[in-house]
C-alpha cells in the first residue's frame, strides 16, 4: 500500500477570520486573490499604489482594509506593516504579488528598465520580507508566499531582465523553506504561465495554456489549501517547461527555438 507523503506546508482548512496582508492587489492576480479570499471570509489588507483601485476592491467588504504602499520604498513597506499590526495585532499570512513586466532582449538592452525591473521584483520583496519575517517570528506562527513565474525555471527569450529576477524568487523561497519550516512556518513558492493580466496584455506571442486572473487565484488558494509548498499553473505548460530544463542544453536550446521562434 502506498504512504502519502505529508503536505510540506501546513492545509490551511478554513480562511474565516484568517489575517492575510496581498501586496499587489490593484490588479491582476493579486487582485482575484484578494477577492476570492475576502469572500470566504477572511480579513485582507489590500496593498499596492493604486489606492482607487484598491477601495473598488474593498467596496462591500467589512473584512477588507485597504493599505496603500508602494514595495519599493522601504519606509512605506514599514509603516503600512506598522498599520495593520495595530488594527489586527498580527498576520497569518503575507502574499508578496506585485511585480514588474518587461520583455528585453540584447538589442534593447535599457539599464533604465533593469534597475526598475530589480528594485521591484528583487528588491521590493526584500523590502516587505524585512517588514513581515521580525512580525511571524515574533508571533510564532505564519505564513509567506511569493509570486514568481515560471519565466524563473529557465532561461527564456525576451526575458533578459525578467526572468533572472524571477528565478532569484525561487531561490529565495528554497532557502526560506529551510529556514522557516523546521519552526512550524509555511512557505509557498507561486510560480504562474502565462495568466491574462495587464501586464501580458501588450505581448505579441503566442501564450501556451493561457488562463485568466481568476483562474490563477483560484489556483493559488487551493494549492495553499493542500499545504503544498510550489504552487505552480497551468500544469499542462508547467510541467513540459520544467522537463525540458532537464535536457542538455544543445537539446534545450533547440526546442525552445523550435517551440517560441525566437
Known amino acids: 500500500m502506498l504512504r502519502i507523503l505529508p503536505a510540506m506546508n501546513p492545509p490551511v482548512s ?5 489575517r492575510v496582508w496581498v501586496i499587489g492587489a490593484s490588479t491582476g492576480i493579486g487582485a482575484e486573490t484578494a477577492h476570492q479570499l475576502l469572500m470566504q471570509g477572511a480579513r485582507v489588507a489590500l496593498s499596492a499604489r493604486n ?26 513597506v514599514l509603516t503600512a506593516r506598522d498599520r495593520i499590526l495595530a488594527q489586527w ?8 504579488v ?16 533593469v534597475d526598475q525591473l530589480i528594485d521591484v521584483n528583487l528588491r521590493g520583496v526584500f523590502h516587505c520580507l524585512d517588514a513581515v519575517l521580525p512580525t ?7 505564513g509567506i508566499g511569493i509570486v514568481s513565474s515560471v519565466a524563473g525555471y529557465t532561461g527564456l527569450p525576451k526575458a533578459l531582465v ?12 528554497e532557502s526560506l523553506y529551510f529556514d522557516l519550516h523546521p519552526r512550524g512556518y509555511a512557505v509557498y513558492q ?28 483560484q489556483e493559488i488558494i487551493k494549492g495553499m489549501e493542500k499545504g503544498l509548498f510550489h504552487i505552480h499553473f497551468p500544469k499542462r505548460f508547467t510541467n513540459w517547461l520544467r522537463l525540458a530544463r532537464l535536457l542538455p542544453y544543445r ?4 526546442l525552445i527555438h523550435k517551440v517560441t521562434g525566437l
Not at 251 to 254: G, I, N, R, T, W
Open 98 to 113: 506585485a511585480g514588474a513586466y518587461n520583455e528585453m532582449r540584447v538589442d534593447s538592452f535599457d539599464m533604465a528598465v
Open 51 to 76: 489606492e482607487t483601485a484598491l477601495q473598488a476592491l474593498a467596496n462591500g467588504h467589512d473584512n477588507a482594509l485597504v493599505m496603500p504602499l508602494d514595495m519599493t520604498q522601504h519606509t512605506a
Open 89 to 96: 495585532q498580527g498576520i497569518d499570512l503575507v502574499l508578496i
Open 136 to 142: 511571524l517570528l515574533a508571533q510564532g506562527s505564519g
Open 251 to 254: 537539446l534545450y536550446f533547440k
Open 190 to 217: 507561486i510560480n504562474p504561465g502565462f495568466v491574462s493580466t495587464p501586464a501580458t496584455a501588450g505581448n505579441d506571442f503566442e501564450m501556451p495554456g493561457l488562463i485568466s486572473a481568476a483562474c490563477a487565484a
Open 14 to 18: 478554513s480562511w474565516q477570520g484568517l
Open 162 to 173: 525578467y526572468g533572472p529576477t524571477k528565478a532569484a524568487l525561487i531561490n529565495l523561497c
